[in-house]
């Protein structure tokens, strides 16, 4: 059993959110009772709150995972658990959230999921062979309006909790506020102490939008991250006078800045200390000092540019905000 509860943050839905989640986003994945099993050390540990998304394929093994926990008496019901996913690119129409939705819902074994969140602000073919193979010709219109309706359905129908959006950028936010009956909860974007976001941040504050950290750690040994948080002399050296890991003070910076981080580690040893951010606080000298770290996207996102779809340069993707 976890010795301590991880903090939660209330979010405009009146729900409550796990401050730190479990990123469950896998390169090469494994077997679904490897992957169950993984996570169902996580839930040993004490996390609380599992970050999945269609795409990534591990919505099985994280259903797995809750009902083995709740069968071990780690946990003892469903609702101990906050779960997050989000629709691929290729349901990113009105008309196909809901069912993508129903699927996501199939494979985990639940009735609902806590969070719902648009994986981009983009959308592709729906009849790709391979949802993540595609090339600039599959890119389609993005349509922010219908979308985001059928994002408030999920909500209506009680099959999502709270329901939000990811990487999107001042402009996309007021456009979307503007339509909104129900307002976004959550805004995950790549967020670290190499990107602050504190633009973002501000405004999200203003409307009373949470903002979650995707890739806290700049993706550290991934094909598109670097070290620019893990290798960081600042970083190394208020980690050094703290007596903590590089991961837990970026970690512990994210929390500072009133947002929840998507952790993601599947050595049992370092999930641990992912959680063990809560006994120690940053100084304002210290948060002075991580203010200037060179600031780089790591996650530049070129991919989703094509002149059939909604965002045809890098400005346009991100609001401006290159």
Request: glycine share 6%; hydrophobic share 40%; aromatic share 8%.
């Amino acid at each position: 059993m976890a010795e301590k509860k991880i903090p939660e943050v209330l979010l405009n839905s009146g729900h409550k959110m796990p401050v730190i989640g479990m990123g469950t986003s896998v390169e090469s994945r494994p077997s679904n009772d490897v992957l169950s099993s993984i996570f169902v050390d996580a839930i040993q540990v004490g996390y609380r709150h599992f970050d999945s998304a269609s795409v990534y394929g591990t919505e099985e093994a994280i259903g797995m995972a809750v009902s083995k926990a709740i069968e071990q008496g780690l946990i003892k019901s469903r609702d101990e658990v906050f779960i997050t996913s989000k629709p691929w690119n290729t349901d990113a129409h009105h008309d196909l959230i809901v069912p993508a939705l129903k699927t996501t819902l199939k494979k985990l074994g639940m009735e609902y999921v806590d969070l719902y969140l648009i994986h981009w602000p983009v959308r592709l073919r729906h009849d790709l062979e391979n949802p993540v193979i595609f090339s600039k010709e599959d890119l389609l219109p993005f349509d922010i309006e219908g979308t985001w309706k059928a994002m408030e359905e999920c909500y209506r129908l009680g099959l999502a909790k709270s329901i939000g959006i990811c990487n999107y950028g001042t402009k996309k936010l007021t456009k979307l506020l503007e339509i909104a009956t129900i307002p976004p909860a959550v805004n995950q974007v790549e967020m670290n102490p190499s990107w602050q976001q504190g633009k973002l941040r501000e405004f999200c504050k203003q409307k009373g939008i949470h903002v979650s950290a995707w890739s806290p750690l700049g993706a550290y040994k991934i094909f598109w991250g670097s070290g620019a948080v893990m290798e960081n002399q600042i970083l190394q050296d208020i980690a050094t006078a703290k007596g903590k890991t590089i991961a837990q003070v970026a970690l512990r910076w994210v929390y500072q800045q009133g947002s929840s981080a998507m952790a993601k580690s599947f050595n049992k040893e370092r999930m641990k200390q992912n959680l063990e951010i809560f006994d120690f606080e940053l100084s304002e000298e210290e948060l002075e000092k991580i203010k200037q770290i060179p600031q780089r996207r790591q996650y530049i996102g070129d991919m989703w540019l094509s002149e059939n779809g909604s965002c045809k340069t890098l400005e346009e993707l991100w609001d401006g905000d290159v």
